[in-house]
């Protein structure tokens, strides 16, 4: 079974409207094709794919002592296209324990498909990475915004270091090195990767080969999508160019997708787009990408397996936020890089920092509002 997780550093930008066409267009081609919804916590693929809300899924199976995985997988109605619905009757599990996302991993690794492709949840959490994991073929979804683009490179990121962390033994140097620079306080969105891993070389080497055997199954792609503009093909490129130079990771570009304001129409008539119109622009970019899948090699395994899920340690708060903070380490490697930065792209930059900072503001005065209100009520002195 090839596994396809659709993953994304930020929300919005078409991995649920790819992970559901994707799995439509192979079907198509005789292919046993099963959909999971792990955007636990916000899960909408069901209307991707034209279903009303599902009662029993991911949330009601960690839920039920009696409720086997299988009896949550559900027909689509198109041929050969199965669904595994999320969570429609219990938000709220976003934050799965590590025993539920095991219990997951274990049910999904041996279900009986040609292709698992599984939409997760935007963000950089450890349960979306471990998930994007279990496969050695990734797909990131970005749109061509500067800040989407600096999403998703941060998860690519981000990913690197959870293969790191879970492999290394607990009690190895570089386990113990990768502990003092979160004590010292370094931020590891700052760390530079190939410097990092010269040094774990020197005082680790077990642990140095161990992480580059695993980083040999680790093949992620990249989709452009919601293109308005013929230049922004060159996005991807950029993006290419400082995964490879700061993470030391080939990232395959696996094509664009142009936006198109039909699929709004085919979303409200509740007709997946392929469906819709296969002759729509979104619908044939989906048909070439689906053509390009079909032509890679199988991957035997992905970069972590349940066997090192539940023997990694868990370096305490690993997973560092895509933040303002981090965000201005990537700008200051791309352009290092070489990639100047247009008076746009740095509009956009500045906006999106003043949303987060102002949100920031707003929960700072909530928390303020708060605890005035606690010492009022004389519970704090
Ligand atoms: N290429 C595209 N052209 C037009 N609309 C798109 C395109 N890709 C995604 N959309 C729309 O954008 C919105 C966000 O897409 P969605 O797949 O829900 O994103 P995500 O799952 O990443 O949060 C949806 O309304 C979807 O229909
Ligand atoms: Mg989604």
Known sequence: ?????????KGGVGKSLFAANIGLALGETGKKIILADLDLGASNLHMF?????IETGIGTFLNSKELKFEDIIIKTGFDNVFFIPGDAEMPGIANLTSPQKR???KNLLSLDADYLIMD????????VLDFFLISGRGVIITTPTLTAILNAYLFLKNAIFRIMTSGFAGKSP????IEKLKKEGTPLQKVYIPKLL??????????????????????????????TDKKDTEKAGQLQRSVMRYLNLDLEHLGIIFKDSIQDIA??????????????IISQAIYRIADKLLSFDAEAKGPLDLQSLEQSYQIAELEAEVDCQSRIYYLEELLHCGGDLSKGELIEIIKSQQFEIDKLKKES??????LLKAIDQGFVS
Do not use: W
């Not at 997760?120 to 349960?127: D, E, I, M, R």
């Open 174 to 177: 570089a386990f113990q090195l």
């Open 1 to 9: 079974m090839v596994i396809l997780p659709v993953a994304s550093g």
């Open 267 to 280: 979303l409200n008539s509740r007709i997946p787009i392929m469906k819709y119109k296969p002759g729509s």
């Open 49 to 53: 794919l034209g279903l009303r809300s």
């Open 120 to 127: 997760l949840g935007a963000g950089t959490g450890n349960n």
């Open 198 to 227: 010269e040094k774990i070389k020197v005082i680790d080497l077990d642990s140095y080969n161990q992480f580059m055997e695993r980083m040999k199954s680790f093949h992620p792609c990249v989709i452009l999508n919601m293109l």
């Open 365 to 370: 005065n909530l928390l303020k509002a708060k």
């Open 103 to 105: 219990t997951i991993i």
